[in-house]
């Protein structure tokens, strides 16, 4: 009887401890990131600029091509929305970061706001991107 009641409470614990699958606003900002991060990876290694475009909606990417810019479709590079809830607010409604072919970009802070609890994705000059839970 006591090994059977040991083993109910470790498995409430286990239970307790699961994560219910729900992205946070956290996780989202720092995938957020990581994609911003990649678009810089692509503009040094196609030597191309390449831009990431935001929207209340979600973001998606571009890039300089001979007559414009091109919609990045493919891999990784495919448009997000974002989850449900999520408010993104960018400073001075710079709406887009572009990052030309040395890595180097126009800076940018991204607020990302849901179910009261916030994170910023700031983008430097130099193209550093970082992410500051609120």
Known sequence: ?????????MAAVVVVAIPDGAMTVAAEGERFAARLKRAQEEAVLV??????????EGYGFRVRKAGGWQALDDGPFES????????????????RVTFDPTGVANPAHFTLRRSGKSVEV???????VRVDAG
């Not at 009887?1 to 409470?9: D, E, P």
């Not at 030597?47 to 209340?56: F, G, I, K, L, S």
């Not at 700031?122 to 550093?128: E, I, K, P, R, S």
Request: proline residues 5%.
């Open 47 to 56: 030597n191309r600029p390449v831009e990431v475009a935001t929207t209340d």
């Open 80 to 95: 997000e929305a974002w989850l449900p809830g999520t408010a993104v607010t960018a400073e001075k409604e710079v709406r």
């Open 122 to 128: 700031l983008v430097d000059q130099a193209g550093n």
């Open 1 to 9: 009887m006591v090994v059977l009641a040991v083993l109910g409470l």
